[in-house]
T-cell receptor
């Protein structure tokens, strides 16, 4: 699985959009970008994934650059409950095992 | 209903003891996993398992063994516990085939070895 690089921490004002970047310059053509988050003391939670096109669901939007070397997770209206560590993971879709390789992630602090 | 549940939530035990952590999923998934999160907060895969295949992370000591009585359960047995085994252990599940590759995680078991 390709490696990812994320800033260690970010702050965001409550109610504003949180934009979390991720670099994955060595991504292969068959690798997807996944985002998970871990709220303090809880298990990781799936947020969204994508291959080339931008994706949106009820939790977030995922913007992937045209060259696929980087992406941004957008939480449109951050709340205090969005304070968590966010992990960007790149892996092959449909591979035999769905083991996830977690990096250090970005600790997002949503400030009142 | 909790999708992936682990018991116990907290476990304190002495060095040298043998302990088990139980995990159950009600999602109908066919693949389950164990992850370990150490004191530095790194999450690392330990095992992935379905009824046909066990994949073991090569760094996991053989004191750790997964046991699956059926498709919905994957328990973690740990023999001769050591201080370094203190961590939070997360169980997870996913579908192996088809769409929807997201993994669902339990709430974790905090193991403290004294």
């Amino acid at each position: 699985d390709a490696k990812t690089t994320q800033p260690p921490s970010m702050d965001c004002a409550e109610g504003r959009a949180a934009n979390l970047p991720c670099n994955h310059s060595t991504i292969s053509g068959n690798e997807y970008v996944y985002w998970y988050r871990q709220i303090h003391s809880q298990g990781p939670q799936y947020i969204i994934h994508g291959l080339k096109n931008n994706e949106t669901n009820e939790m977030a939007s995922l913007i992937i650059t045209e060259d696929r070397k980087s992406s941004t997770l957008i939480l449109p209206h951050a709340t205090l409950r969005d304070t968590a560590v966010y992990y960007c993971i790149v892996r092959v879709f449909g591979a035999g095992s769905y083991q996830l390789t977690f990096g250090k992630g970005t600790k997002l602090s949503v400030i009142p | 209903d909790t999708a992936v549940s682990q018991t116990p939530k907290y476990l304190v035990t002495q060095m040298g003891n043998d302990k088990s952590i139980k995990c159950e999923q009600n999602l109908g998934h066919d693949t389950m996993y164990w992850y370990k999160q150490d004191s530095k907060k790194f999450l690392k895969i330990m095992f992935s398992y379905n009824n046909k295949e066990l994949i073991i992370n090569e760094t996991v000591p053989n004191r750790f063994s997964p046991k699956s009585p059926d498709k919905a359960h994957l328990n973690l047995h740990i023999n001769s516990l050591e201080l370094g085994d203190s961590a939070v252990y997360f169980c997870a599940s996913s579908r192996k085939t088809g769409g929807g590759t997201e993994a669902f995680f339990g709430q974790g078991t905090r193991l403290t070895v004294v």
